[in-house]
C-alpha cells in the first residue's frame, strides 16, 4: 500500500507542476499557449484611456506606420505629445474612425480642392504685344546681319 500511496503522490505532484500559474494560466485559453500580447488584448486590460504609440495605432488601423506619421503631420488624427513622445488616446482614435465612417444615405462632405494657390490672371495683349514686338527687335539686331 506504501508503494501505490508514493504514486499516487508523485502523480498530484507531477500534475501541479504542469498546471500553469497567475499570468500563464490566463493564457491557456489561447492556442498554443501564447501569451495575451495583441493591441486588442491590452486595449481591453488597460480601458478607453489608455495611451497608444504609432505603431499600435497602425496596427489596429492596419496602415503602415509611416502613413499615421504623415496623418499626424497633416493634423488628421487626434494626438498628444508628452516630452516629445507621440501618443494616441484610445477614445480619441475611436472617435476619430465613427468621424470618418461612411453609412448609406449619408451625404459625403464635399472635398476642399487644392491648397492656397494665387488665382491665374489673364495677361493683356497689349502687353503680349509689346513683348512678342520686343523679341523680334532683338533677334533682328543680334541674330541678323
Given at each position: 500500500?506504501?508503494?501505490?500511496?508514493?504514486?499516487?503522490q508523485?502523480n498530484?505532484?507531477?500534475?501541479?507542476?504542469?498546471?500553469?500559474?497567475?499570468?500563464?494560466a490566463?493564457?491557456?485559453?489561447?492556442?498554443?499557449?501564447?501569451?495575451?500580447?495583441?493591441?486588442?488584448?491590452?486595449?481591453?486590460?488597460?480601458?478607453?484611456?489608455?495611451?497608444?504609440?504609432?505603431?499600435?495605432?497602425?496596427?489596429?488601423l492596419?496602415?503602415?506606420?509611416?502613413?499615421?506619421?504623415?496623418?499626424?503631420?497633416?493634423?488628421?488624427?487626434?494626438?498628444?505629445k508628452?516630452?516629445?513622445?507621440?501618443?494616441?488616446?484610445?477614445?480619441?482614435?475611436?472617435?476619430?474612425?465613427?468621424?470618418?465612417?461612411?453609412?448609406?444615405?449619408?451625404?459625403?462632405e464635399?472635398?476642399?480642392?487644392?491648397?492656397?494657390?494665387?488665382?491665374?490672371?489673364?495677361?493683356s495683349s497689349?502687353?503680349?504685344?509689346?513683348?512678342?514686338?520686343?523679341?523680334?527687335?532683338?533677334?533682328?539686331?543680334?541674330?541678323?546681319?
Open positions: 500500500m506504501d508503494l501505490k500511496g508514493s504514486e499516487a508523485e498530484t505532484q507531477t500534475s501541479q507542476a504542469l498546471e500553469p500559474e497567475g499570468d500563464a490566463a493564457t491557456q485559453d489561447v492556442p498554443g499557449g501564447l501569451p495575451h500580447n495583441t493591441v486588442e488584448d491590452k486595449a481591453r486590460l488597460l480601458g478607453p484611456h489608455q495611451l497608444l504609440t504609432a505603431a499600435e495605432v497602425a496596427e489596429i492596419r496602415f503602415a506606420v509611416g502613413s499615421v506619421y504623415q496623418l499626424v503631420h497633416r493634423k488628421k488624427i487626434p494626438y498628444v508628452i516630452c516629445g513622445a507621440l501618443r494616441f488616446r484610445k477614445s480619441d482614435i475611436e472617435a476619430w474612425i465613427e468621424k470618418c465612417t461612411f453609412r448609406p444615405g449619408q451625404k459625403e464635399p472635398r476642399k480642392q487644392g491648397g492656397t494657390k494665387r488665382p491665374r490672371t489673364k495677361k497689349k502687353a503680349r504685344t509689346e513683348v512678342t514686338q520686343m523679341v523680334e527687335q532683338s533677334r533682328r539686331k543680334y541674330l541678323d546681319p
